[in-house]
């Protein structure tokens, strides 16, 4: 990469289950991670679920 | 970075600068303890956006109970405060931390990063404008998000399934599908939403559990149940739950009386106009873009699909159309949480194969205070009892429980949590922890399987051994299983608690050992997906052993022309050949078999043989990627009988090679779920209807006066395939509808052969006369798989595919630590799926592989040297082989014997400590004596 440096960090823009995941990943592969969530709290919609399928598991 | 947007993106690849607007909260998150105090006061009620417009919140809140960070925020819409200065200001008054900052300000960032994933999700359809169903005018039709939040037990109703409009019990109610999805008349969604179908099922399902005798009636088009144990749920509602399916588009909801009561009316398979009453309708809602999305992608130059998801290629389903820039989730088009997941992994695996060279750069690590030394202490045990919303204080009295807790000896402390798991509840656990120098914690609460990690954190940071922790089950063990009978729950509560407190306080700090990694990754299979996976892997700069049973790489994407997108696999595939061969990180072992296999995360031996000679490697992580195979119909439709009877791959072949009965053919088939979706395959294979939809649009134009005709179940063109299934109705495509029980006849004829089916429109059989039968066929798992996961020690399903360690959460991960899963082996799917889970599994892996060592449980057997004989009994009964016998001599000559534990390959079991007379082995954490502590503590009452 001559001349260009490459930054070592991550914009993940969206703190749904999506975005956390790959949030996750990145930090736990050694990167540093800005997660920007438009709202108060990540969780994105499935914090709004009761169950899933097909497990009935909880959603929480 | 909550409250936060992007306003712009500046840079390239490797190199970007993005800019931030954050929002004012008005709460100074560093002062804010959340407990609740200024929302008690808030005089001000608006709809809460978090429970769909089911219920109220105030202008100052928090979105829900466990959010993270649980902080509290003003909407600056409706706080009275922020509008009228000098107005109300109550929350300031109250706030015993003097958090509130009616002066907080929009601040502006600026960060430089090397790359960006967009993951900004959907927003749910709203039928309201479009007037859809009556919604916003009759209250008792809802959108599914509202029934979620109806059932859910932190939602408006606390799970009692009650109309809006009267509160009375609901009793029958109606899901109507597919509302604003593959709709362009109300509104302009195309294309197929991915989940709604399920979620109805899922919905319906828990409705029912809620209500004794529920009546339930799903409509629909077609039953879209495509994904992994999908089609199992389906067949259970259906049998099992008593849901009622009825394929139709209702066609009216109107209002009948005056109590709230809705008539429907429709037109039924056999032709008869219904009506019906309910208590209930509910709008499946679709999944679309959010307006400040569109407006971000095209500020930023993020090309968008006709449906506005993220333009990306078949072959890089996380790129979007700017370089560096990756995307996943709803976004890239729409879809379910573990395919969300999967994305979320893939992408990331997109940036670290991008940013590679700057790995760790810029990051620092996590660090825990000292430890306190308790031994010699006398136990001090916190007891927190958790009502885990209404779901355990639903049906144990909580209160009785924790005074019940502060009678048992040992325990100092018991306090109530709304939630346990919330931030402000770790907060608050490390505080009680340092105030009243606890030194034991038993939780009582749900299942430690999720949330023993996150308890063990909290009083790590306490400064406590994150082993001196006992989890009682009161929700899954107790209040889930005896929701009937309230006081013996409460009863069983108090025996879980005694149990615990007994056990931990013979418990003692535990030190978890580590081990090395070896930064070499093994994949087993080289199709498309094995070949991802090395690929992304190798060019994060780990070494790759890539092994494949064939003379030549490539796996099943050899028989495919093209992906849904009419992108070329054959040029594909040879580019990414071409990209393995020549990587020199990348090993390739051709004609090789997997013959053997230990070890554990970070140290793997796998024995391959090739030709006849074997050869062990060494590697820290391991993909497995088998692949699937096509099932051969042999005796079904005339297959192996009539020259004119093909499965779909063979048609692509003949077809492409210009076989005279195809070019000369004037009628077409096409059978769907041959082999799949039937008692013995209860599954959907998930690519059938789409190939066989552009088999026939290719098949119209090149030549419009042919018939085509596809005999379907259900039309499974999921997503924003569906434009396909579009555009082959209006080339003249014929889709006729047939069920399990009435499958179609196939017979020679004269000429060609005839098909008869039952014509649900005619309500009369049909007989066409065809020249070609293509019969789309099931994708069945890979028989090595099985030899493979004996080989590994890991599970596949029942049917055959691999098992991920979770349906939703981790869905490329293998219980096993350290081995992962991807492609066909793990389930049908399409090329671009496929990728995606490939580069999911490297993301995955190379989260191990990145490190230098990893931290093992410290639960795990320990010898009591003075004790152990040798006698070996253990050896044989310890599953995991990490048991060896020692031998010497001592000093003074007498010979000994005694066994060694593995701690790597050790699974903490048990089965050596049960097998074992001379007490010569225990499990460290779950010693005999605390075992007995806690039997004991189960009897005494």
């Not at chain 2, 889930?480 to 931990?504: F, G, I, Q, Y």
């Not at chain 2, 796998?606 to 005796?635: F, M, S, V």
């Amino acid at each position: 990469m001559a001349g260009t440096e490459k930054v070592g960090s991550v914009t993940v823009v969206g703190g749904g289950v999506a975005g956390i995941q790959a949030a996750l990943d990145l930090a736990d592969s050694g990167y540093f991670v800005y997660l920007i969530e438009r709202s108060g709290a990540i969780g994105g919609a499935m914090a709004q679920l009761d169950k899933t399928f097909p497990t009935n598991d909880c959603a929480m | 970075m909550t409250l936060c947007e992007v306003t712009d993106v500046t840079g390239t690849e490797g190199n970007f600068t993005v800019k931030i607007k954050e929002h004012p909260r008005y709460v100074d998150v560093d002062k804010c303890i959340a407990c609740g105090i200024c929302a008690e006061k808030c005089p001000k009620k608006v709809e809460d956006e978090y429970n769909a417009g089911t219920a109220k919140r105030k202008a100052i809140y928090v979105k829900y109970a466990q959010a993270v960070p649980l902080k509290y925020q003003i909407d600056p819409e409706h706080c009275i405060r922020l509008n009228k200065p000098g107005k109300c200001g109550f929350c300031e008054k109250f706030c015993p931390s003097g958090a509130i900052n009616f002066d907080d300000k929009e601040k502006l960032h600026t960060i430089n990063v090397g790359s960006i994933i967009l993951a900004p999700g959907f927003d749910c359809f709203d039928p309201k404008e479009a007037g859809i169903w009556g919604y916003g005018r009759y209250p008792n039709v809802i959108t599914s998000m509202q029934l979620e939040r109806y059932l859910s037990a932190s939602g408006p109703t606390e799970g009692h399934l009650v109309r809006p409009s009267d509160g009375k019990p609901v009793r029958k109610m109606a899901f109507l599908q597919c509302v604003g999805s593959r709709d362009q008349n109300r509104c302009s969604n195309e294309y197929c939403s991915s989940v709604c179908c399920m979620y109805a099922i899922k919905e319906a399902v828990i409705a029912k559990d809620h209500v004794d005798g529920l009546d339930a009636t799903i409509f629909f088009m077609d039953m879209r149940t495509f994904g992994k144990d999908f089609e199992r749920y389906y067949e259970n509602a259906k049998t099992r739950h008593g849901i009622r399916f009825v394929r139709c588009r209702v066609h009216g909801v109107e209002p009948h009386g005056s109590d709230g009561d809705l008539r429907l009316h429709y037109i039924n398979e056999e032709g008869r106009q219904i009506e019906e009453y309910y208590d209930l309708v509910v709008l499946s809602v679709g999944l679309e873009t959010p307006q400040q999305v569109k407006e971000l992608a095209a500020k930023i130059g993020i090309q968008l699909t006709p449906h506005n998801f993220a333009a990306t290629s078949a072959f890089s389903p996380v790129l979007t159309s700017r370089p560096g820039i990756f995307t996943c989730g709803a976004f890239a088009g729409p879809k379910d949480i573990p395919q969300s997941v999967m994305e979320g992994s893939a992408a990331a695996a997109g940036v670290a194969d991008l940013l590679a060279p700057a790995r760790y750069s810029l990051t620092q690590e996590k660090s825990f205070p000292p430890e306190r030394d308790v031994s010699g202490q006398e136990p001090r045990i916190g007891v927190f009892v958790c009502h885990c919303g209404s779901n355990i204080a639903g049906v144990v009295d909580v209160e009785a429980v924790a005074d019940y807790a502060a009678s048992l000896p040992g325990v100092v402390h018991v306090e109530r949590n709304l939630f346990t798991c919330s931030q402000d509840t770790q907060d608050l656990m490390k505080k009680r922890i340092e105030e009243q120098g606890l030194n034991r914690i038993v939780v009582a609460a749900c299942t430690p399987r999720t949330h023993e990690p996150l308890f063990r954190e909290t009083i790590k940071a306490a400064g406590l051994n994150e082993y001196l922790l006992e989890m009682a089950n009161l929700r899954n063990h107790d209040s889930w299983v005896h929701s009937n009978d309230p006081t013996k729950a409460t009863e069983k509560a108090k025996d879980l608690v005694r149990m615990a407190v007994a056990k931990v306080a013979l418990q003692s700090p535990l030190k978890a050992e580590s081990v090395g990694i070896v930064p070499v990754a093994l994949v087993v299979g080289g199709g498309i997906a094995g070949m991802e996976s090395a690929l992304s892997l190798a060019d994060q700069g780990f070494e790759v052993h890539l092994i494949e049973k064939r003379k030549y790489l490539g796996g099943n994407a050899r028989h495919l022309n093209h992906t849904w997108t009419y992108e070329d696999i054959p040029r594909y595939l040879d580019g990414l050949v071409k990209k393995v061969t020549e990587n020199p990180l990348i090993h390739l072992y051709l004609e090789s078999e997997v013959i053997d296999a230990k070890g554990f995360v970070g140290n793997f031996v796998t024995t391959i043989q090739q030709g006849g000679k074997k050869k062990e490697i060494k590697h820290g992580i391991g993909i497995i990627a088998t692949g699937g195979k096509g099932y051969r119909p042999e005796g079904e439709y005339g297959y192996g009988e009539y020259e004119e009877v093909f499965t779909a791959i063979e048609f692509d072949a003949v077809k492409k090679a210009g076989d005279f009965r195809v070019k000369r053919g004037r009628t077409f088939v096409f059978i769907q779920c041959v082999g799949s979706r039937q008692e013995d395959r209860l599954y959907c294979s998930r690519v059938c209807c789409t190939h066989s939809v552009q088999a026939a649009i290719e098949l119209k134009k090149e030549d419009p006066s042919r018939s085509v005709y596809i005999l379907y179940r259900d039309m499974r063109t999921y997503g924003q395939r569906e434009a396909l299934f579009k555009e082959a109705r209006m080339l003249g495509v014929i889709f006729i509808n047939y069920e399990l029980h009435g499958r179609p006849k196939v017979k020679k004829a004269k000429q060609g052969l005839t098909v008869e089916v039952w014509d649900h429109v005619l309500h009369r059989p049909l007989i066409i006369n065809t020249d070609v039968l293509v019969l789309a066929t099931a994708i069945e798992p890979n028989p090595v798989s099985k030899e493979l996961a004996k080989l590994y020690k890991v599970p596949v399903d029942s049917d055959g595919f691999f098992q991920e360690a979770h349906a939703k959460l981790r869905p490329v991960d293998f219980s096993v630590d350290g081995l992962y899963m991807a492609g066909l082996a793990h389930y049908p799917k399409p090329v671009e799926e496929a990728i995606a889970q490939a580069k999911a599994a490297a993301a995955r892996a190379a989260s191990i592989l990145s490190r230098k060592e990893i931290p093992l449980e410290a639960t795990k057997a320990q010898v009591v040297l003075e004790k152990c004989d040798g006698c070996g009994l253990c050896i044989d009964v310890c599953p995991y082989q990490a048991i060896t016998l020692l031998e010497g001599v001592d000093d003074q000559g007498h010979p000994w014997k005694r066994v060694e534990i593995n701690k790597a390959q050790c699974k903490g079991c048990g089965l050596c400590q049960g097998t074992c007379p001379k007490d010569g082995v225990y499990v460290a954490g779950f010693s005999s004596q605390q075992l007995r502590a806690q039997i004991e503590a189960a009897l005494a009452v």
